[in-house]
Each structure stands twice: as C-alpha cells, then as structure tokens.
C-alpha cells in the first residue's frame, strides 16, 4: 500500500548495479489507522481472504495477511482476476485534486480520516454492487427445436 496509489502497486525487481541512494523511512501510521478504521477491503471480498481482524505479526512484520489460496480460488471461479478490493479502497481513488487533499488530510488528522472514510462511505458506498457485464460479454442460448 502506498499513500498516492493504494494497494495498487506491484512489487518488481531490478537489478543494477547503479549506485542507489538509500531513503529514511517515513513512520507515517496515518495509513495504518485509516486501514484499522475502513477495512472495505476485507468485506466486500467474495472469499473471504483478507481478514476483519487485527494486523498480525508475521516474519517479524506486523501486517494483515492475505489468504493467497481463496483469492486464487475466486479468480479460478470467476475465470479472471476480482480486484474487488482494489476497487472500493479509498487510496485507490483517481489522482487529481480532490482526491489528493483528502489524502493530505488523511495523513495529517486522526479527526479527517474519520470524516473521510464517513464521506468515501456516502459518496462510493460501503460494499457497491459489482459492475454489470457488457452486453458482448452476456451468453446467449438459443434453444434447439
């Protein structure tokens, strides 16, 4: 998860050997505690695979662990990727403006991130429905005489 793009990073490697500079970490929990706040993610997900609970210590790394296998099994189900969670996460909202002074405020304030995840609530929804298939995507079954 990242402040500007959410849970919509990818995690790649690089290999070079271009001398790097190494940055300071940055200690913002604001995300964190939204995340303890909001877990969107965690309920809208068809199988169950991210957990309501609290963050877990796993590898020595305090997280939420994602059950890899029943989200496997949705996308073998549904015969493609969900990204349900990706979807109704409010860090993944556009990059523009609006969306980028929530995102401040959510960094700076305990009291706005609980306004925002309220507004995000009343605005996108608490758990929206799935989008409907386009109409060339619907099977059509013509039944034989």
């Not at 271009?18 to 965690?42: Q, R, T």
């Not at 990727?81 to 959510?106: A, E, Q, T, Y």
Request: charged residues 25%.
């Amino acid at each position: 998860m990242t402040p500007r793009c959410g849970p919509r990073v990818r995690i790649a490697v690089v290999t070079t050997d271009l001398p790097l500079i190494i940055d300071k970490p940055l200690n913002d929990y604001s995300m964190i505690d939204f995340c303890i706040k909001c877990k969107k993610c965690a309920e809208i997900c068809p199988g169950d695979a991210i957990m309501l609970g609290d963050m877990e210590e796993i590898d020595g790394i305090k997280r939420w662990q994602i059950n890899q296998e029943a989200c496997f099994t949705i996308w073998c189900i549904f015969g493609t990727d969900c990204g349900r969670c990706m979807s109704v996460c409010p860090f993944s909202h556009p990059d523009n403006l609006l969306h980028n002074v929530v995102r401040g405020g959510i960094r700076n304030s305990s009291l706005f991130r609980k306004l925002a995840l309220k507004l995000d609530d009343a605005i996108y929804g608490r758990k929206p429905e799935p989008a409907k298939l386009p109409k060339w995507m619907k099977l059509v079954w013509k039944k034989k005489i």
